[in-house]
């Protein structure tokens, strides 16, 4: 158990529709990164917030954001969801802004789009 | 811009065999580097990671890799694998001159055969 807990474990939905994925960091932790995993892309890196302030975007969809709230914990949410989203979404959390400190990966949010 | 290739998709390898899971990257800048282990159905964990000093760098269950400046490698190796090694492993840089920035390989499945 890596202390960071995501909600919920599992999401079906429909095309079109929107969607909020929570994550909790470790406690303490002032980071948080997402990331996309899917057969055919692999682990992407999405987003990074770092204090409640966004600090790095990867290849982050325009109808897809985040946010971090004083309380450190995450929500990212999807919009106008396609049959391509379907992915396992994970978040990550760390002490420190930076990469090079160890990340502790949540169990993902499995999200399928029919 | 950096770039993380991990060679074979797939590796099976005969239990208490070694094994070598095989990572090249490129940038123009200098990187640290990550081995992540995803076990099934679960959120991925460090194995180890090279930040400067020696280039043999030892992680958990048994794991090393080697930062091989010149030929932009760290392969990830193991003397004996066992069952419990079957998982997914990743390979990922992270650019010291962006502090920020994370990019994954597209990850290697390894299968120990009994």
């Known amino acids: 158990d890596s202390g960071v807990t995501q909600t919920p474990k599992h999401l079906i939905t429909a095309t079109g529709q929107r969607v909020t994925l929570r994550c909790s960091p470790r406690s303490g932790d002032l980071s948080v990164y997402w990331y996309q995993q899917s057969l055919d892309q692999g682990l992407q890196f999405l987003i990074h917030?770092?204090?409640?302030?966004?600090?790095a975007k990867g290849n982050i969809l325009e109808r897809f954001s985040a946010q971090q709230f004083p309380d450190l914990h995450s929500e990212l949410n999807l919009s106008s969801l396609e049959l391509g989203d379907s992915a396992l979404y994970f978040c990550?959390?760390?002490?420190?802004?930076?990469?090079?400190?160890?990340?502790?990966f949540g169990p993902g949010t499995r999200l399928t789009v029919l | 811009a950096q770039s993380v290739t991990q060679l074979d998709s797939q590796v099976p390898v005969f239990e208490e065999a070694p094994v070598e899971l095989r990572c090249n990257y490129s940038?123009?800048?200098?990187?640290?580097l990550f081995w992540y282990v995803q076990y099934p159905n679960q959120g991925l964990q460090l194995l180890l990671k090279?930040?400067?000093?020696?280039?043999l760098v030892k992680g958990i269950n048994g794991f090393e890799a080697e930062f091989n400046k010149s030929q932009t490698s760290f392969h990830l190796r193991k003397p004996s694998v066992h069952i419990s090694d079957t998982a997914e492993y990743f390979c990922?840089?992270?650019?010291?001159?962006?502090?920020?920035?994370?990019?994954f390989g597209k990850g290697t499945r390894l299968h120990i055969l009994p």
């Open positions: 090279y930040l400067s000093g020696s280039t």
């Open positions: 990550a959390s760390s002490p420190q802004g930076s990469p090079r400190h160890e990340q502790f």
């Open positions: 990922a840089v992270s650019p010291m001159n962006r502090d920020d920035k994370i990019i």
């Open positions: 917030y770092y204090n409640g302030e966004e600090r």
């Open positions: 940038s123009s800048v200098s990187v640290y």
